[in-house]
């Protein structure tokens, strides 16, 4: 199986690394490709870098790790592409005001997966994953004892069953928030199950087990 990773910054390069780190092949896409390259050298053989066309081409899965707005710009311009793949995406709804401060650039209520499962072409398989902790937590917490949680939110099967190999891989713990309908839940700024919801704190599963009780997940 191989992984597209599209976007090598702060959460794009974790993925990667881990994934790497875990035995899987990445294939890595940025804007500027002498950023996927730079970081494709740094992993080694598991890792090559390409243009985004050619590398959600040649993969199974697809990580949109960019931001939500290119998100909604690369998604019309690889539709072709995306048909067949699972596609990950670890959106969250942020933005920063004139003064810096964190904010929502979603109206309430609507999550950022939400708005990206409906711009996929039909046969894509959508899941939210990758994005439930910060950036710093997410490269450095793989592989704890006891193992971190990474919740994913789909209503694929086969999705899930790619999203929870992957995140096993990646040294985490996979745990299903729910439906599209629960993406919302695992984003930030105002999801409940978001590291930033639940007070920083990075779960392990007795607590994301507890976290999810009776919500059908
Ligand atoms: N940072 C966090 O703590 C965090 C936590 C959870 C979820 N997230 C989510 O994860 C996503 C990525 O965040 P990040 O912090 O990793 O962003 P980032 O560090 O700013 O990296 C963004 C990456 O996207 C690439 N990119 C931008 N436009 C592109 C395009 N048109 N085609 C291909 N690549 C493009 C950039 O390429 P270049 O390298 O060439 O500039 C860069 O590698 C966002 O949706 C964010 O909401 C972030």
């Known amino acids: 199986m191989t992984t597209a990773i599209v976007g090598v910054g702060n959460i794009g390069s974790a993925v990667a690394r881990h994934l790497v780190a875990g035995g899987e092949s990445v294939v890595l896409a940025a804007k500027d490709r002498s950023h996927a390259q730079a970081l494709a050298e740094e992993l080694g053989p598991l890792a090559r870098a390409t243009s985004v066309e050619d590398a959600i081409d040649g993969a199974d899965a697809v990580v949109l790790a960019v931001w939500l707005d290119a998100i ?3 998604i019309p311009e690889y539709e072709r592409l995306l048909k067949d793949k699972v596609v990950i995406d670890p959106s969250n709804p942020i933005g920063f005001d004139a003064s810096g401060q964190v904010m929502r650039t979603l109206p ?4 950022a997966g939400s708005v990206v499962a409906a711009l ?3 046969g894509a398989h959508y899941v939210k994953a990758f994005g439930t902790l910060g950036a710093d937590a997410l490269a450095a917490n793989a592989h704890r004892d006891p193992l971190a949680v990474l919740f ?3 209503d694929d099967e086969a999705a899930a069953i790619t ?3 992957l995140i096993r891989a990646a040294g985490f713990e996979p745990w299903k928030a729910g439906g599209v ?3 919302g839940r695992i984003e930030a700024p105002a999801g409940d199950l978001h590291q930033y919801g639940l007070n920083g704190e990075v779960a392990d599963i007795g607590r994301a087990r507890s976290a999810t009780a009776g919500s059908g997940a």
């Open 181 to 183: 309908a629960a993406a």
């Open 163 to 165: 999203i929870e190999r």
């Open 72 to 74: 909604r710009e690369l």
């Open 152 to 154: 994913y939110a789909t």
């Open 120 to 122: 996929l072409p039909a």
């Open 108 to 111: 309430d209520g609507e999550s």
